[in-house]
């Protein structure tokens, strides 16, 4: 399991560098969503189970099209790629 806190992340630039070496990422890594997708579908080892957590609702739209490719990468990777997100709790 693979647990982005998003209290830690503030900016894309600030997931890539956790997600390089969370996920294990070749030093060749893009650092962009294209680059991202061939990673995720071909370079980290599955099965995996990834989350996002403590995200506002700020970051929801900074992140957004994270969340989306994350999402596409479970539905095309089926089983064997879980990904879920939560937002940091409201007090």
Known sequence: QVKFDFERIGTVDDFYVV??????????????LDALWDSLTGDIALPVS????????AQLETFEKL?????????????????????????
């Open 19 to 32: 997600a390089v070496r969370e996920l294990g990422l070749p030093e060749h890594f893009g650092k962009n």
């Open 50 to 57: 990834i989350q996002f957590v403590n995200l506002s609702m």
């Open 67 to 91: 969340i989306d490719l994350f999402e596409e990468a479970a539905e095309e990777l089926g089983e064997d790629f879980t990904f879920e997100y939560y937002l940091k709790p409201m007090y």
